[in-house]
């Protein structure tokens, strides 16, 4: 099957059972899966375009709705939290696309930069293992330990449950606190809207939506437990997408005179989305059957061999 826009010709079979095996692994790790199929485009199908960011976020936009809702069912929506993350990602992903079409036009210097960001992950997963950090997540492992054995007990009844899990005690332009089975959060509003602008450029350029980036950064420097933060990245790395793709496929025609295809590959992404879909459903499902630790450490050593392998290109 021809793909015009990426110029890619392969089995639509393919980015199918490709997002359903990164993302069914990666799932079960708590990280996108967004992240290496964009490495997988570029290296494998030779899609290097501008079009190749937005098409990655597509795959956001087809696999995220499901686990965004099953958040908001359960009680694990931290709404201010999302506001803020949103309010600073959606500039920065304005910024990013422009950068990634005016300044990182050619496929060799985009390869270094995604080896930077790869490096970034593979590196924070990596150190997730070690007992440094796990002596600093003390709190944190400790109330998610609570929060599956009480999820467990809970088994079979009804979602709504499991309402009201995150309860915002305060929210202003400089503080957000809010309690989570029994434990009280702090963190200062303005740090995390800064961090997110710069993370909204980094996936902006790279078409990530974020989550990957924010994710780490709010359970290893604010303390954040992972099962009250994941529904607020998710959000916000949805809506990131939505935008992300909408502001490519606006700015395109501004960009027509160099010849570059911009826009996403609608069709090839809409198969990544929907292998992806179907792969975050059933590592959702099979995640307790596999060690968290030992996915975790496989995934950040190919993350950092396929990341040294880019950032080595430049040389």
Not at 47 to 59: E, I, K, Q
Request: charged share 10%; net charge positive; glycine share 10%.
């Amino acid at each position: 099957m021809h793909f015009p826009i990426s110029g890619v010709e392969v089995s639509p079979i393919l980015p199918v059972a490709v997002a359903f095996g990164v993302s069914f692994f990666t799932s079960m790790g708590g990280v996108s899966g967004a992240f290496l199929l964009l490495p997988f485009q570029v290296s494998v199908l030779h899609f290097t375009s501008p079009a190749v960011s937005p098409t990655n976020l597509v795959y956001n936009i087809i696999g995220i709705p499901g686990g965004v809702y099953r958040y908001i069912r359960e009680g694990r929506m931290a709404w201010p939290l999302a506001l803020v993350i949103i309010c600073g990602t959606l500039p920065g992903v304005f910024i990013g696309a422009i950068l990634r079409i005016r300044y990182l036009p050619d496929p060799r210097h985009f390869k270094v930069f995604v080896g930077c960001v790869l490096l970034y992950i593979g590196i924070r997963l990596l150190y997730d293992l070690t007992s440094k950090a796990k002596v600093a997540k003390t709190k944190t492992t400790e109330l998610e330990e609570r929060f599956k054995q009480k999820a467990g007990k809970m088994h079979g009844i009804s979602p709504d449950a499991h309402k009201s899990s995150i309860s915002t005690v305060r929210f202003s332009l400089s503080k957000y606190t809010f309690q989570f089975y029994g434990e009280t959060f702090t963190f200062h509003t303005t740090l995390v809207f800064a961090l997110t602008f710069c993370v909204g450029i980094i996936s902006g350029t790279y078409g990530i939506g974020g989550g990957a980036i924010v994710a780490p950064f709010l359970i290893a420097i604010f303390r954040l437990p992972v099962y009250a933060i994941a529904g607020a990245t998710l959000l916000s790395t949805f809506l990131t997408s939505v935008v992300g793709v909408a502001f490519y496929t606006l700015i395109a025609p501004f960009y027509a005179y160099t010849g570059l295809a911009i826009t996403p590959d609608w069709k090839l992404g809409v198969l990544f989305g929907l292998g992806g879909l179907m792969g975050m459903y059933c590592g959702a499902r099979t995640q307790k059957y596999f060690s968290a630790r030992l996915i975790k450490l496989i995934l950040g050593m190919l993350i950092v061999m396929l990341a040294l392998r880019y950032i080595s290109n430049v040389f």
